[in-house]
């Protein structure tokens, strides 16, 4: 047999005999056994009848290659990469149920803008049968006396079925969030569900189950494998660990560039100081840091139950919030007869808001990707004189760790916008920092 003609388990992985390939071989068993002057054309009962046999085994090929492929992570899908989950102790995740709310603005006070940022925490009513459900708003909205009502999609925070809430449903906002984040003053804001919530039922996708599933850690008291279980509480948009005293890095300025025998590599823990290492963690957009910021557990209190479980024996660390830079942009737009200013700038502004939001922490926003972003939207021909922006964070979201303070600041065209590792950037729609003038060409 010659190398073309192995099939099933081989080298290059499963080769399926192809349905051509079977038809030929029983008709070569046919002639086999019933003489080589056997009626095989089309219209004969026994090519009928081998026919349609050879599509049942063409389908036992097809089903022996699915679950030899199953038994990989990086090939198996659906329940064969959950059954490799469960071996690594790894379950599959199920999605947040969303759906739209329809907000309206009561007692607002006239020439005031209402801003509900991205994260904004709305809750169900409470009860001794059913307790509150948490839900956060995926965008920003700014609401005014001439306009009080609009749109908002929002997700709940718990993952799973029980969010699914049913159409009419009232929200309310969540008192202990918002003391810590709006001042609404006398205004007071009136949610209702106008859609049934849905994929609170559903299962995270392969592709996103698969990727957990090949960056778990195959150690034990580890940075990667205190990291893997930090990243998968609930509310991490990212974080990263700092262990100066962990061994030697490569990465810093006097690696190779000093003698050995007479000073230290890193730095000296401090005295009397129980902490060994820092974990830095980026929560996302609204989540609370402290129990007493919101209705549900904040994330220091669920990452410290973490690291208690996965943490090297006697050795602690410090779990510090990281800084939220709000980043900015200023630009002149060169867009096409016949378009909408106004929805341009709202897929530019959304497009530089998924961009930004993919970043982690330490990673500065460059240039080039904002130019990117604004040049693929529908209708755009050019972007000029393109300034990044940095605004100072807000005062509850800073942590004396490295981070730059003061007012705001614009960049030189073509600079990138650097950040300090303790840092993570957020980009918003609010016209304050997206400065986005259109000239039709």
């Known amino acids: 047999m010659t190398t073309e003609e192995r099939f099933g388990v081989t080298e290059d992985g499963f080769v399926v005999k192809g349905i051509d390939r079977i038809i030929a071989d029983q008709q070569d068993r046919a002639r086999a056994m019933f003489g080589d002057d056997v009626d095989l054309t089309s219209g004969s009962a026994l090519r009928k009848v081998l026919d349609a046999a050879a599509v049942d085994t063409h389908e036992l090929w097809r089903a022996l290659e699915s679950q030899y492929y199953g038994n990989f992570v990086s090939t198996a899908q659906g329940p064969s990469l959950d059954l490799l989950g469960r071996d690594l102790g790894l379950r599959r995740r199920e999605l947040r149920a969303h759906g739209p709310v329809a907000l309206t603005l009561a007692d607002a006070v006239p020439d005031r803008d209402y801003v509900l940022p991205q994260g904004t925490v709305l809750v169900t009513a409470s009860s001794p049968e059913a307790p509150a459900l948490a839900f956060r708003g995926t965008g920003a909205v700014t609401l005014t006396k001439e306009r009080s009502s609009a749109t908002v ?18 929200l309310l906002l969540d008192t202990a969030w918002a003391r810590h984040n709006l001042n609404l003053g006398a205004a007071a804001l009136k949610a209702v569900v106008t859609r049934d919530f849905q994929g609170g039922d559903l299962g995270e996708p392969d592709a996103v189950y698969r990727a957990r599933l090949l960056g778990v850690p195959r150690t034990v008291w580890t940075q990667e494998a205190l990291l ?9 948009r990212d974080a990263v660990v700092f262990d100066p005293l962990g061994g030697v890095e490569a990465t810093r300025r006097t690696f190779g560039t000093f003698r050995f025998g007479s000073r230290g590599f890193s730095r000296a823990r401090q005295t009397g100081s129980p902490y060994f290492f820092d974990i830095v963690v980026a929560p996302e957009p609204g989540w609370p840091w402290t129990e007493d910021e919101a209705s549900f557990p904040g994330l220091y209190g669920q990452v410290l139950d973490v690291v208690r479980q996965w943490r090297p024996v006697s050795v602690f660390p410090a779990l510090l919030a990281a800084n939220q830079v709000d980043v900015g942009i200023r630009a002149t737009l060169v867009i096409e007869t016949g378009h909408d200013e106004e929805a341009v700038k709202g897929a530019i502004l959304d ?11 330490g990673h500065g926003v460059l240039y080039s990707d904002i130019v ?15 300034r990044l922006r940095r605004f100072a964070p807000v005062f509850g979201q800073t942590h004396y760790g490295g981070s730059t303070y003061g007012g705001a600041q614009e960049l030189s065209v073509g600079e990138n916008l650097d950040l300090a590792p303790d840092e993570i950037a957020r980009f918003s729609v609010d016209t304050s920092m997206a400065d986005l003038r259109t000239v039709v060409a």
Do not use: K, P
């Open 228 to 236: 893997a279980q930090v990243l998968d509480v609930n509310g991490v």
């Open 372 to 386: 990117l972003s604004a040049r693929t939207a529908a209708g755009v021909v050019d972007v000029q004189n393109l």
């Open 351 to 361: 497009a530089v808001r998924a961009s930004v939001d993919r970043l982690r922490l």
């Open 153 to 170: 999609e929002v997700e709940a925070v718990v993952r799973g079925a029980e969010g699914n809430i049913r159409l009419g449903t009232e």
